[in-house]
Antibody, heavy 121, light 110 residues
Framework: QVQLQESGPRLVKPSGTLSLTCTVSGGSISSSHWWSWVRQPPGKGLEWLGEIHPSGTTNYNASLKSRVSISMDKSKNQFSLNLNSVTAADTAVFYC??????????????WGQGTLVTVSS | QSVLTQPPSASGTPGQRVTVSCSGSNSNIGPNSVSWYQQLPETAPKLLIHSNNQRPSGVPDRFSGSKSGTSASLAISGLQSEDEADYYCAAWDGSLSGWVFGGGTKLTVL
């Protein structure tokens, strides 16, 4: 059973960089899946941030493209999120997820438990 | 403002059938499949329906999905108290080159 676990600082200062890592177990990150980050501000809905493929290809949310980057460390079976120039509006629960493909259709099949990151001085 | 439009709330009594709608456009739902996620309080989203109408193993057949044109729907029959949760639709948007979600629908079981 595939499991994903987010880790990283829970508190980030304004104008700083938010960095999170997702550790994957029960499966290889080098398998042909897209690996995504999704966030959810307190009391609000889900927002996709971006994704990475083992080939190195990335896709990012256009509204955040200048501030977000996603990378992958195959040796550690991890992928990471960096979000820079953060403000209080970036406070959210951050989820990592695996995108599966079945008969040509894509969907978020597995999710991490999520981690709350607060932006505050 | 979410790219996919869902009603903010829905409700029903135990045993009833309720539906949740998800409206999109020709750049997302029109050409691409829709998936639905259930988020119980204080938990991560869980895949409920994929490929418009396919249930993953373990999801009760009380849950069903459909799609027509640029809209999709989630139906829950035989409503149970444990169905009280937030429900989100999602689809790939070709114009944005990214995933888009609906704003979420909070389902209350009366």
């Amino acid at each position: 059973q595939v499991q994903l676990q987010e880790s990283g600082p829970r508190l980030v200062k304004p104008s700083g960089t938010l960095s999170l890592t997702c550790t994957v177990s029960g499966g290889s990150i080098s398998s042909s899946h897209w690996w995504s980050w999704v966030r959810q501000p307190p009391g609000k809905g889900l927002e996709w941030l971006g994704e990475i493929h083992p080939s190195g290809t990335t896709n990012y949310n256009a509204s955040l493209k200048s501030r977000v980057s996603i990378s992958m460390d195959k040796s550690k079976n991890q992928f990471s999120l960096n979000l820079n120039s953060v403000t209080a509006a970036d406070t959210a629960v951050f989820y990592c997820a695996r995108v599966d493909k079945l008969l040509g259709e894509y969907f978020f099949a597995y999710w991490g438990q999520g981690t709350l990151v607060t932006v505050s001085s | 403002q979410s790219v996919l439009t869902q009603p903010p709330s829905a409700s029903g009594t135990p045993g009833q059938r309720v539906t949740v709608s998800c409206s999109g456009s020709n750049s997302n739902i029109g050409p691409n499949s829709v998936s639905w996620y259930q988020q119980l309080p204080e938990t991560a989203p869980k895949l409920l329906i994929h490929s418009n109408n396919q249930r993953p193993s373990g999801v009760p057949d009380r849950f069903s999905g459909s799609k027509s044109g640029t809209s999709a729907s989630l139906a829950i029959s035989g409503l149970q108290s444990e169905d009280e949760a937030d429900y989100y639709c999602a689809a790939w948007d070709g114009s944005l080159s990214g995933w888009v979600f609906g704003g979420g629908t909070k389902l209350t079981v009366l």
